[in-house]
């Protein structure tokens, strides 16, 4: 936490006692039956989780990204849902914060920060997964409005957010697609269906919907910043706050993981002796708290580049990558390490295991991830080249 200033290590060590202290004694509550959390959320609200990425002129705690990172990870070592249930609500924040016009910063900005005002990002439509520029929900100009048709899937916290950053095509004509794309700040009302909750493997307690537009009006003001077929460019800014959010998730869940193997590694004895003084079981551990100790820092790295204003979407997507597959694997690895055990329920491991494949397909999937960060790789040789 060295890049941190003494106010964001105050607010890291904040929810890392809420976590230890509220959420993680609660979360069978929750979380077996897929129960809103509303008492965790609430006081996430009054301790300012919502406003971290709003600046403090409209209320916000203005933490750096990498700040956020570590918040995200804390709150997912408690509980993954609950760093989702800030996820896309923060990435809608920031693109207000830095693309918004004045009126939309100071009609949104202020509630979003005190969490009254609840954000969700819909991208993914159930035609077209990963595949953005196969969009097929339109916004078409009527006078001084939008006419929103089309559909949008998996899309968190979609029961209660009260505004949602949907990215659609405002010209169809745009050659290719993603220079006639928007985003456009939707409050919901007539013409927006939301379904009922998407039964999930994990990230349970916060519900995926699909939303369905059925010719919904908007103003046309109601394009974030003002000026149409901007969105794809907007968004991708967003995405890479997106994907470190999703690393840190993951790193959250991972390092969770290693602490509770760690744990019983100590007290688990078979032959005479603590289970990790077994080579096979110490080795286990060793690779498991490597691949967290890498993934944290390409988190935090990916994070500061941010901040620091340079591009990162190449080591964004890099720590997604990475974080995701190594939360996955050291999942399965802390199964292992409490061996029968580790198939319980009565043990948190076999809801990491659960929860882990979410970073995975999440905020685009692995696949796709890996095609990005080579075409950049790709980019950045040829410009140095040249």
């Avoid at 202020?110 to 993914?124: E, H, Q, V, W, Y």
């Avoid at 990215?167 to 220079?179: E, M, Q, V």
């Amino acid at each position: 936490m060295s890049s941190l200033t003494p106010d964001e290590q105050d607010m890291v060590r904040l929810v890392a006692d809420f976590v230890d202290e509220r959420v993680r004694p609660r979360v069978r509550e929750f979380e077996a039956d897929d129960i809103y959390p509303t008492e965790l959320i609430e006081e996430m609200k009054k301790l300012g989780f919502f406003g971290l990425l709003v600046p403090a002129e409209h209320g916000g705690v203005d933490v750096s990204t990498a700040c956020f990172a570590r918040v995200t990870e804390e709150l997912a070592r408690g509980w993954m849902s609950l760093a989702g249930a800030i996820g896309g609500h923060s990435v809608i924040s920031y693109l207000v914060r830095h693309f918004g016009t004045p009126q939309q910063q100071q009609d949104y900005l202020p509630r979003m920060a005190d969490g009254s005002l609840r954000a969700t990002m819909a991208l993914t439509e159930p035609s077209g997964g990963s595949d953005l520029q196969g969009m097929r929900t339109f916004a078409d100009a009527e006078g001084d409005d939008l006419l929103i048709t089309g559909s949008k899937t998996w899309i968190s916290n979609a029961q209660h957010a009260g505004l949602i950053g949907l990215l659609c095509i405002t010209d169809r004509s745009a050659k290719p697609a993603h220079r006639g794309m928007s985003v456009v700040l939707v409050e919901p009302g007539d013409g927006l269906t939301v379904s009922g909750k998407i039964p999930k493997l994990g990230y349970r307690g916060v519900e995926a919907c699909e939303l369905t537009f059925d010719k919904m009006r908007v103003p046309a003001t109601a394009v974030l910043g003002g000026t149409p077929h901007l969105g794809w460019g907007h968004m991708m800014r967003g995405l890479e706050v997106g994907r470190i959010q999703v690393a840190a998730r993951a790193v959250g869940v991972g390092q969770a993981a290693l602490d509770d193997a760690l744990s019983y590694a100590q007290t688990r004895e078979s032959f005479g002796k603590p289970i990790w003084k077994h080579q096979s079981v110490g080795n286990l551990l060793a690779e498991m708290g490597t691949k967290m100790r890498a993934a944290r820092l390409m988190t935090l790295d990916a994070a500061e580049r941010l901040d620091a204003g340079d591009r990162a979407d190449m080591e964004a997507g890099m720590a997604k990558l990475f974080a995701s597959e190594a939360a996955m694997q050291v999942a399965l690895d802390a199964v292992r390490v409490h061996g029968g055990y580790g198939y319980s329920k009565e043990y948190d491991v076999e809801r990491y295991f659960r929860d882990a494949p979410l970073m995975i397909v999440g905020e685009g999937t692995n696949e796709i991830q890996r095609n990005v960060i080579a075409a950049q790789l790709v980019a950045r040789d040829q410009k140095g080249k040249n």
